[in-house]
């Protein structure tokens, strides 16, 4: 049973603005409205209104005129939740907002719950689990690649490969289940080489999926950029110079939330999340070398390295540490070596750095951290070195830790499945595989849920969505 | 010449939420909306729809799909602006605000300057400048007193006392300047006893405005109440224990901004600017005899004071210092005499107070500010204090300095007709005076102005509005 009640909120950001916007949905919003709004003009109750109008009229208590507000009136089943909605935009104080609110709340409608608009929009069929979800992510991206991500999602692209991968395990399915109701006749209506061919394409179709989360996550939340170098190259200095760039680029967003982890970097679009780390020496101190180890550790984490290094260095010293770092990436990283302090480099360095004979995912830049010289060369190479990261995984990309999970779970299922079929288990067991796998994936879109679940879904969204 | 340009400005309060609200106005707003905006259904331009409908669409920049979107559209001269506006409502991510305004200068929009749509309005004659002017301190009143006074302006009733008093004299100067055109004849159209009691009328109307704008400053930025009394009596007690109490009340007011000033307290809707003061006792010690001077001194910004004696003392004491402050206070201000410590107080003390002769400006009350006993009572007082004065001083209260400027002047100007009067100057001296009274209110509403003033009014407006 879907809750019928009307629910309303302040939808706009908190505090004061030239206008604000309070939502009302539910079987009773336009006659919750038609009790405070009085109409300026025409004078007809906002129940006589076509759909899709606005309205100029006031809000009234009773002797006190609270305010003049534009009243939008949407009519079920074509609205953001499927329900009746009416939208009051009125002036942006605090005190109206609240007055406006409070009266609502007098004349039957009751506050919204945190997401409540959203999860009655999926409740009412206009979208999927997984898009409800994407509302959220599309409100807290504050980048270009997040935006992207989150839009794709909302937009329903994640959505169809989740369905896609569910058609290709229904035909699976119902081939399996054919066969285990002729399971006396020993019939084999799907040919096992077929089937495990289909199989391992839904194995790897999940397995990307899963994979991408990696990159989804680091969109989200960053890509994780480590800084090493040995000691004294200048890797502090190209932190803060990369963080006064980010200054200088977000100065100019009006009301950008300030609150960032310090070393979250906005460099044209795209977050980046860096991690200074201690200097890289050869030392015989205990505690320096712990240091160190963890430094080296952390390098697992980077989706990119920039290693700095001193072009005042002569180069076998630069080369060494070069080849040191080089061994301890995996393919799958990106490397960027800097040759920091150009302002005073030792030719010789340069030259045998610049004959260096680099991979794909390796890149060369020479820069003066502290005059800032060259320091947009070394954003373009962050910035293409993402770009080849987006490129490498193909469309959808999987940002949703719930969604993570759930696939996790869903492709050790399919594991089980190809298991099964190398060992030669019987096909109920199979059949028993495939259908966990089915119930996780209608788990993303919402074919499957529990009140539970939307209640932990839709606990972080912000009220008035 | 009013500005044709197409004007754009996020219209939401800054930063993140569920929907945030982009504004264009102006010529070509329609036009603009339509290159960044692609119907959802019926693939129509906005050009095509109907004044006072919204439409569901998609915002997208080249192949960069930015946001889905609802878009009301509002036609000249049936708009807050007297232009074509539209309204883009997006979802409210800082990201997609920002993205979508990029596109809409991108497109021919700019940057809308602050209370640019409200000074159209102005322009266009959808409202008079007083009325202009009370839009921003609509947006700005944070409580119910504040929130009623630029309600009432806004919808006139400040307008409509000026033009009233605008009548009187334009009957008064007709006269006058009827005679003036006769001056040689020696004719008297104005019988000058007549003339007299309306100049006097007017007078007072304007002195009575003159004399509102005290209370109407009090109500924007909080009634002065001065906290006195001996030392040790609570006084400090009892400021804490009414902040306190601001606390509770404002706790529930969604997103009330943080940065007030101290001892600003917002109760019942009524902000109250409370001032501690440096105890009063009798000292021989010059630097706290200066202290004491400063105390008194202060008593006369305040409108109310709250005497604050401890019920621990003998009736005497209380009633020296009671007697000291009676005399301290102008007619215009109201006493409330609070005994405090209820809780062990002098029963004979009490008794005694009771019995004080109260005029009508006074109260009294018993209370214990540490354990908050009888708070309430002390509140009630202080809010019936209030109203007390907002109903002596009748229906238009002005709360606007530049208002108050030019009133002061008008009010002189008529003071010099009426001692011209009297002293029996020539009607071309009378005319000029009252020509000159007239031109300040007309630069009140807006009809007489320069770009200067304008630039002065709007520019403490937010963007947006």
């Not at 104080?93 to 959203?118: C, D, H, M, W």
């Not at 080849?323 to 040759?339: A, C, F, P, T, Y």
């Not at 999987?398 to 190398?422: K, M, P, Q, T, W």
Request: glycine share 6%; with cysteine.
């Amino acid at each position: 049973m879907i809750d019928q009640s009307t629910i309303c909120a302040i939808s706009t950001s908190p505090g004061v603005g030239a206008i604000a916007v309070i939502r009302l949905s539910g079987a009773d919003a336009i006659a919750v409205a038609d009790k405070v709004f009085k109409s300026g003009k025409s004078g007809k109750k906002l129940a006589d209104q076509p759909a899709n109008t606005v309205h100029f009229g006031k809000i009234q208590s009773d002797e006190e005129m609270i305010d003049e507000v534009i009243v939008a009136v949407f009519k079920a089943p074509h609205s953001f939740t499927g329900e009746d909605i009416v939208e009051i935009s009125c002036h942006g104080s605090v005190y109206i907002q609240q007055k406006i609110l409070e009266l609502l709340l007098k004349n039957g409608a009751r506050l919204a719950f945190p997401g409540e608009f959203t999860q009655r929009a999926f409740l009412n069929g206009k979208m999927d689990l997984s898009q409800a979800e994407a509302v959220a992510d599309v409100i807290a991206s504050s980048n270009a690649a997040a935006h992207k991500l989150a839009m794709n999602q909302m937009r329903g692209g994640f959505s169809r490969e989740i369905n896609e991968l569910r058609d290709q395990l229904l035909h699976f399915t119902a081939m399996v289940e054919l066969e285990l109701d002729f399971a006396e006749e020993e019939v084999e209506f799907a040919n096992r080489t077929q089937l495990r061919q289909l199989t391992e394409k839904i194995e790897k179709l999940l397995a990307r999926l899963v994979n991408s989360f990696q990159l989804g996550n680091a969109i989200k939340n960053g890509i994780p950029v480590a800084i090493v170098g040995e000691t004294n190259v200048g890797k502090s200095t190209l932190l803060n110079a990369l963080l006064n760039e980010e200054k200088a680029i977000v100065s100019d967003i009006h009301g950008t939330t300030r609150d960032v982890i310090e070393d979250v970097v906005n460099l044209h679009g795209t977050a980046f999340r860096f991690f200074d780390t201690a200097g890289i020496r050869d030392t015989k101190d205990v505690i320096e070398t712990l240091g160190i180890e963890r430094t080296y550790s952390k390098l697992e984490q980077a989706a990119i390295v920039l290693l700095v290094t001193d072009l005042q260095n002569p180069y076998p010293v630069v080369a060494e540490r070069i080849n040191d770092i080089r061994k301890r990436l995996n393919e799958e990283q990106k490397l960027i070596i800097v040759g920091n302090k150009l302002d005073s480099a030792i030719h010789d360095t340069m030259v045998q750095m610049e004959a260096i004979d680099l991979n794909d995912h390796e890149k060369l830049v020479f820069i003066a951290a502290k005059q800032k010289t060259n320091l947009n060369q070394l954003v373009d190479l962050l910035l293409s070195a993402v770009n080849l990261h987006i490129a490498d995984s193909q469309d959808v990309i999987v940002s949703n830790v719930r969604h993570y999970e759930i696939l996790r779970n869903a492709h050790n299922a399919i594991l089980r499945v190809l298991e099964g079929i190398d060992s030669g288990i019987t096909n109920d067991f199979l059949a028993q595989d495939i259908r966990e796998c089915l119930h996780y994936l209608g788990e993303i879109t919402g074919e499957i849920t529990n009140h539970e679940v939307l209640g932990h879904i839709f606990k972080n969204f912000c009220i008035g969505k």
